[in-house]
């Protein structure tokens, strides 16, 4: 995925990615540290992770705050509570400089709402990393101008009728 980002788009400022067991966001922390070992990018983005409120352990070590004390039932493909490779996540965050966002319902419905809008019918869990994104930039943690990988994997239509009905 970073080869195919990297393609595309050239570099990146940041790399913004749901944690669950941490396959994507290790995935891209991966192909980007290749990426700069082969010289193709001077230096790797920042990387910011994205956890489900009830399954933050990941993002409590970085000092994020609880957005509520419910636990997820909507991002229901990052409800780990405690992911296998949980030290290498917190290593590939803290490397880069990065740091780690809490996504709630409420917040992942709009985020829904917005990327349906605009084009995008994804899953819940994918909806998160735009959660992260607007959180980011309210933060000043990202710039206007930045630019930003925000991988939206996983489709929306095998829910599509749940998701019609988030937001009307």
Same mark, same amino acid.
């Given at each position: 995925?970073?080869? +195919?980002?990297?393609?595309?788009?050239?570099?990146?400022?940041?790399?913004?990615?749901?944690?669950?067991?941490? /396959?994507?966001?290790?995935?891209?922390?991966?192909?980007?540290?290749?990426?700069?070992?082969?010289?193709?990018?001077?230096?790797?983005?920042?990387?910011?992770?994205?956890?489900?409120?009830?399954?933050?352990?990941?993002?409590? +070590?970085?000092?994020?705050?609880?957005?509520?004390?419910?636990? @997820?039932?909507?991002?229901?493909?990052? /409800?780990?509570?405690?992911?296998?490779?949980?030290?290498?996540?917190?290593?590939?965050?803290?490397? /880069?400089?990065?740091?780690?966002?809490?996504?709630?319902?409420?917040?992942?419905?709009?985020?829904?709402? *917005?990327?349906? *809008?605009?084009?995008?019918?994804? +899953?819940?869990?994918?909806?998160? @990393?735009?959660?992260?994104?607007?959180?980011?930039?309210?933060?000043?943690?990202?710039?206007?101008?930045? *630019?930003?990988?925000?991988?939206? /994997?996983? @489709?929306?239509?095998?829910?599509?009728?749940?998701?019609?009905?988030?937001?009307?």
């Amino acid at each position: 995925m970073a080869y +195919e980002a990297y393609e595309q788009v050239g570099s990146v400022g940041h790399v913004i990615a749901p944690i669950g067991s941490g /396959t994507i966001l290790l995935g891209l922390y991966k192909g980007y540290k290749e990426l700069v070992q082969l010289q193709a990018l001077e230096k790797l983005p920042k990387f910011i992770g994205v956890q489900a409120s009830g399954y933050s352990h990941i993002c409590g +070590e970085f000092g994020a705050t609880l957005k509520g004390v419910a636990k @997820s039932k909507l991002a229901d493909g990052i /409800t780990e509570i405690d992911p296998p490779r949980r030290q290498q996540i917190v290593d590939a965050i803290r490397s /880069t400089n990065g740091h780690c966002i809490i996504a709630n319902d409420d917040e992942i419905k709009g985020s829904l709402v *917005k990327l349906r *809008k605009l084009g995008f019918i994804v +899953e819940p869990t994918s909806a998160v @990393s735009y959660v992260a994104l607007i959180d980011s930039l309210k933060d000043g943690f990202i710039k206007p101008g930045d *630019k930003v990988l925000l991988p939206l /994997t996983g @489709s929306g239509l095998k829910l599509i009728d749940e998701l019609i009905l988030i937001g009307e």
